[in-house]
């Protein structure tokens, strides 16, 4: 299992828009720098975050622990 494309460019272009574009459409204001940081620091954030967790199920460190009898069935329909 890889990583997929449209996921990874929808998400990118989620939070880039919301770091990259958003800080300067704000209006003037005295707390305007304020903002624009805020912005740029939640859609880094929120990016790094929700990648970490995407990549985290493409190869997890822990698979399910499953009981006897669904070996023994997976076994026996699998084969």
Do not use: D, R
């Not at 770091?19 to 624009?36: C, E, R, W, Y």
Request: hydrophobic share 55%.
């Amino acid at each position: 299992m890889g990583a997929s494309l449209i996921p990874v460019l929808f998400f990118t272009i989620v939070w880039g828009v919301v770091g990259g574009i958003l800080p300067f459409l704000i209006p003037a204001s005295p707390h305007k720098s304020v903002i624009q940081v805020s912005l740029l620091l939640t859609g880094i954030c929120c990016w790094l975050f929700w990648l970490c967790c995407y990549m985290s199920q493409m190869n997890p460190l822990i698979g399910p622990i499953l009981e006897n009898k669904a070996l023994f069935a997976m076994k026996q329909e699998w084969e």
